[in-house]
């Protein structure tokens, strides 16, 4: 492991034996908040931080490398991969588990979009507490611009492109946070895909993706602009800031297996080397004024469960005495399902370049890397794509929505819930069927995702707000190192059947309504006589994927009687001295990918944190 040592704002512990006995706050996972988290608290140099990082220092080019967006996710020694459990209503089929497990976390696997949710989503965290919670829009705005930093696009890309973009929303190219770079190249076919957007009424081109308005646009990539190296949480949040702070120290490789307390307060954790298979090595260190989970969606609420805080039935099964019975930890877990699709393919086409030309033309690539290679521009800035729609369910499906949206509304809330589901996680998701239903009906929600990414077959869609919620379990046969168990309950909840074949006859009005028609589209999946309702429900279950790996919710920031893990102050309910800074917290996906909002809700933390102190 080389760890740039000089370059870090941290002491780099390099053996356990260094970690102290105590400091003021312990951050339990070096993932995309913690990383973020700790920066913050560290930088008066008032208070002292240990961060406990699972994984390792990853920094190579399967990290590092912006074209074609996310790779280190398929390196094991970089993320976590596991099954799920059968999906019943996807023909039983098993979907991996994934995300980042290294300094940095899953932003340093991921697809590098940068998109932010819409105002009426962040208003919606906020409405559970009532009007006068702090959580909402015009509040994060700021901590989305202190969060991202705007490389804004090349006039002649703004030219070509049509590329609208405005810098209000944003931090400035010389402030802190995470960078947000436009390539400087795109494929020439993107223009025309975005211009038939104008052909649909009710579509949108906001002024910026960032202005929090669904519609049409384009939005930028987590890169460096200058390298055109991926910007995370490590880059930017840990490495690079000057001297190491004294008052900072890492440890990697390291697993917290849970929290301990004196009565009800978190004074500490016990963690074990991350190859430990059982805890005979633990050691233990304490927090004087916090402990602070930040271990992503999927682990926060094993690290939670493992400590004695979850619903008692999962707690008991698994031989955990319990401290506080929080019904509401590792239920309401929701991810953006993929899938819902009709792929087209374009016959009468010829738009050059075009992406299959990086694999299918030796010449064109070699051009390619020779232009990355001198000036680091052209196709190979291109990460996972900066173009897309995020439409509202009234656009996609005008005829329809509002009796599924009324059907939605109508449903007891506990019937697709799972079983078992505690009085307390049934009133909070009847609270978010309310909402949900009106966002349904809402011009200002997106709902539907489309990806614009210039090539002869197009279609991927990703839905934003999903109505089924899973569950994320201890192992009862192993609750301190055995993998959690997954459970997505993908399509559990009808609607989301009917929601997501209204997205199959949206996008072939897309494809043949518009201008596009003049390419030639032909219905590749799945396939044009797919059209009756049931044909059409049919394909939705057997193309979905229940992740787009954006999971949140499992520990949800919302009132306890709601079924909330965290309150306001993302402060555990029922102990003291703990919180959950990581995407469980959001109480319901946004409709956009869920990086910037995590970054936004931990800058947004760390003063929380301070003001308390
Ligand atoms: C493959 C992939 C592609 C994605 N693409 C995009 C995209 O293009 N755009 C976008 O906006 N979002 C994307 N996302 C989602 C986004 O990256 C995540 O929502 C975000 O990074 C999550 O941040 P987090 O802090 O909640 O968790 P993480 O960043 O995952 O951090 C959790 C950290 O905790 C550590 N940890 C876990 N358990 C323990 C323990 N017991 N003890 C110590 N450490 C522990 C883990 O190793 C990890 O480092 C993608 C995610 C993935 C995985």
Redesign the pocket.
Known sequence: MTIPRSSSHTKILRQVEDVQDEYDYVI???????LTVADRLTESGEYTVLV????LFGNDSSVNNVSG??QA?QNSSL??NFPSVPQVNLGNRVTGV??????????????????RPQKADIDRWGSYFGPCSEWNWDNLLPYFRKSWRLHPPTPEMVEQFNIKYDTSYWGGEDDGGIHASFPTFHWPFMRAQMDAFADIEGIEFPVDSGAGDPGAFWYPA?FEPTQVRRSF?MSEYWAGKGNARDNYETILG????RVLFEDEEAVGVE?VDSNSRDTSQARTVRARKEVII???????P??LQASGIGPRPVLERAGIDVLVDLPGVGANFQDHPLGAQALFYFTNWNFSPNPSDLQSNATFRALAEAEFAANRTGPLMI??GNAAAFLPFPVVAPERFEAIAAAYEAQDPAAYLHEGADETVVAGYQAQKSRLADALRSMDAANYNLFIRGSQMEGSVVYLHPLSRGTIEINATDPYFGTPVVDYRALSNPADIDIQVEFIRFTRRYFTETRLAQYGPIEFSPGAQVTSDEALRQAVRSQVSPT?????GTAAMMPRELGGVVDENLLVYGVEKLSV????IQPELPG?????P?YAV?EKAADLIKERA
Request: zero cysteines; aromatic letters at 8%.
């Open positions: 339990v996972g070096g993932g995309t908040a913690g406990i990082e699972r994984g967006g996310s996710y993320s976590f994934v995300g980042g497990v290294m300094l940095g976390g899953s932003s340093g696997v991921n697809g590098m979009q940068v998109h987590s949480a390291h697993r917290v297996v963690y930040a271990a992503g969606t999927i682990y926060t094993q690290v990460a996972s787009t790996f954006h999971p949140v800074i990581d995407a469980s956009a990918y869920t990086q910037q995590v931990a």
